[in-house]
């Protein structure tokens, strides 16, 4: 490129004054009013760029000006890419998508890279042969005349500015090429331009900032009113991944004896496949994290010595970017918090660990407040324990029946898809549903035969006895359908009330089948204990009278599980009676 086409010119900014100090003799009059009439239209440009805070249509809109000012052909806005340290194409109103893509310009290099390197603008007088831009198509471009302009904010000495970015305009047409006056133009618009972008990069991070923290009150929120750990954790890796613009995150937490990570939470294409899947301790960049307590921001992983490409196998996902924070409560590092891969394929930034060290932060309170919740569960849980301990020490032959019932409920419930929410109140319930024979007599509860009928009718007040005993007590509420229903029986012959079917409340159809297995293979002071097969034989013989048979199918289904031997301390005859034989057919 000849440098006769090169004409390097401190452009001054456009004013009245300069117009009317650069305005020649011969200068007609009606090119006077166009240049007034380019100045006003540039002073309703600012203000219209000013109201532009969405990034895209800014770009667009800056290009279109230039284009209209300049009488050119087109028009592209060249950023700087502040983690690799060269210069991109933002966006071309001429150029090829191919080309967009694929231009890199390091600074002082071509045309682009000497203005942003020098902060000053060039005009290009034709013909201009080649590459403006830098090396980028295999054919040269024809360009008649050209302007290239920094884009620095106003207010400031050039150097001191922060470059935003560079514009370029061009004209095919030799005939008519581009004056110092379009060129003073154009860096006046620069200079809007410039301002413009800025605000809007700082509105975008604004709007980056509100909605992070919002979704961190929107967390907090969830902590405050859930205590379903696994449902906060996730929740917290979706916001993160969805703020962060990633293809996949993971949470993971270090096993205190083993001190392997463990995956918790794992988010994006193949998340199912690592759950529960442990790292050797130390090993990959997590473990790096784990083992180092401090954020790594990692952008080309596949050349990190310290990346483990065993995920990536057995998912079938390439980490090529992420971030990894720690996770810390109560100055122990207890997990690793991961996003991987930003979707557009841009690399992650200091700003990106900030985010994720923040839904860090809200992990670790979600995880300490589930450890102090575990433990206040189960000194509540011990206690009721003791509680059904001492009802049970009345009655000697009982010995061990509550825990039973609880155990066989609770396999029960499963079979049933209960949640651990409802299995939880369940156990409380199994516990203490016989909780109000504490006020039924000795004479009554220890009677080696059977009861009279006053003696019975004082029995069945159990119940009712002890719901008014819980009813005060907040917490044992959830628990007072086992309480008051757990002698009721299908065909409405139970009681206290004599409720049929679905009239029953769940809880109460659960217990009486469970409840009368294990008060049927017990020993008792005027007989031995049935065999688990005779006792199933007769739940199954009352299916559909005295038992729900929604409820008795579930428990057979259940009852497989189940260790006989250690639960009853001794062994149990195999399910072979005929009985059983025909119900299992």
Sequence with gaps: MSKKTLQKTKARPLSPETIQAQARPEEAPEELRRRYADLSTLYMVGARLSAILQWEPLLLEILETAIHLTQANGASLILPDNYRGDFFIAASRHLSAHIVKETRIKSGEGIAGWV???REPLLLVGPVTGNRFTNFSAKPTQVGSAICVPLVPPAMSAQASPLVGVL????RNQAQPFSQDDMQLLYALSTQAATALENARQYQKMQR?????QNLIDISREMATSLNLDQVLRQIMEKAVLLLRAQAGSLLLVDEET?????KVALGPA???LSDTRLPPGVGIAGAVARDGKPLIVNDAQADPRHYGGVDASTALTTQTLVCVPLISRSRIIGVLEVINKADGTPFA??????LAAFALEGAIALENARLY?????AFTDTVRVIANAVEARDPYTAGHTGRVTQLAIETARELKWTTEQIEILEIGALLHDIGKIGVSDAIL????????DEYTEMKKHPIVGANMLEGVGLLRPILAYVLYHQERFDGSGYPFGLKGKEIPIEGRLLPVVDTFDAMTSDRPYRKGRQPAEAIAEIVRNRGTQFDPEIVDAFLRAYKRIDFESLYHRPAAPLDTPREKQYNA
């Design 271 to 273: 998340g199912a496949i």
């Design 350 to 355: 200091e700003e990106d660990s900030d985010t």
């Design 116 to 118: 942003a390197q020098n």
């Design 168 to 171: 370029v305009v061009s004209r």
């Design 259 to 263: 001190k392997e990570l463990i995956f």
């Design 209 to 213: 900032r509100a909605t992070q923290l």
């Design 446 to 453: 220890r009677k080696p035969g059977h009861l009279t009928d």
């Design 374 to 378: 575990s433990e206040l569960k189960q």
